[in-house]
């Protein structure tokens, strides 16, 4: 799954991305606007897992910790899910906005590090493989902003990883070279 998505153009995954954010705009019903809302969530915060491991499977070989990414991701997907089961006022979640009061402060603080450490580890890591050295945060810090900012950032970004797939392929195709 990984390699189809370092593979997919650019205007694949902003359709895919863009179309679940959408349609909520034009539905009246607050039943199928919560689906949306969650189902944009979950292909966002998914497709940044998917990334963020293929990415790292390909052989970075620089010092991040693949599982403290996939444990971030995870927690952001059941925060997710969380707040759109409680359909709360006091704690919600979106890809667009982060909401706590009260109790939920607490738990969101780690939420909203989570969303940044997710950006940050793909950010790095596409950077890491370019560059193939570890890099420093101005020179990630562009691509993180990218990243955060999905809808304008994708159109960079994807080119970039199909030609990270192109090499990796070529490498494999002439391993003596």
Same mark, same amino acid.
């Given at each position: 799954?990984?390699?189809?998505?370092?593979?997919?153009?650019?205007? =694949?995954?902003?359709?895919?991305? +863009?179309?679940?954010?959408?349609?909520?705009?034009? @539905?009246?019903?607050?039943?199928?606007?919560?689906?949306?809302?969650?189902?944009?969530?979950? /292909?966002? $915060?998914?497709? #940044? *897992?998917?990334?963020?491991? *293929?990415?790292?499977?390909?052989?970075?070989?620089?010092?991040?910790?693949?599982?403290? &990414? #996939? @444990?971030? @991701?995870? /927690?952001?997907? !059941?925060?997710?899910?969380?707040?759109?089961?409680?359909?709360?006022?006091?704690?919600?979640?979106?890809? +667009?906005?982060?909401?706590?009061?009260?109790?939920?402060? #607490?738990?969101?603080?780690?939420?909203?590090? *989570?969303?940044?450490?997710? %950006?940050?580890?793909?950010?790095?890591?596409?950077?890491?493989?370019? =560059?193939?050295?570890?890099?420093?945060?101005?020179?990630? !810090?562009?691509?993180? @902003?990218? !990243? &955060? $900012?999905?809808?304008?950032?994708?159109? &960079?970004? =994807?080119?970039? !990883?199909?030609?990270?797939?192109? &090499?990796?392929?070529?490498?494999? *195709? %002439?391993?003596?070279?």
């Amino acid at each position: 799954m990984g390699d189809f998505l370092l593979r997919a153009k650019h205007w =694949q995954i902003f359709l895919v991305l +863009s179309s679940t954010h959408v349609i909520p705009w034009f @539905v009246k019903d607050p039943v199928v606007v919560e689906f949306f809302v969650l189902l944009n969530s979950l /292909l966002f $915060f998914g497709w #940044l *897992a998917l990334l963020g491991n *293929a990415l790292y499977k390909s052989g970075s070989g620089f010092d991040y910790s693949l599982f403290w &990414f #996939l @444990v971030d @991701v995870f /927690l952001l997907l !059941l925060a997710v899910g969380i707040s759109s089961i409680m359909d709360s006022d006091d704690f919600r979640i979106t890809t +667009s906005s982060f909401k706590a009061h009260n109790a939920g402060f #607490l738990p969101m603080m780690y939420v909203l590090f *989570a969303a940044v450490h997710a %950006h940050w580890f793909v950010a790095a890591i596409l950077v890491a493989i370019e =560059q193939r050295e570890t890099p420093t945060v101005s020179q990630y !810090l562009g691509t993180f @902003v990218l !990243l &955060f $900012f999905w809808p304008i950032g994708i159109w &960079f970004i =994807q080119p970039r !990883l199909n030609l990270i797939q192109e &090499f990796s392929q070529a490498d494999d *195709a %002439h391993p003596l070279s």
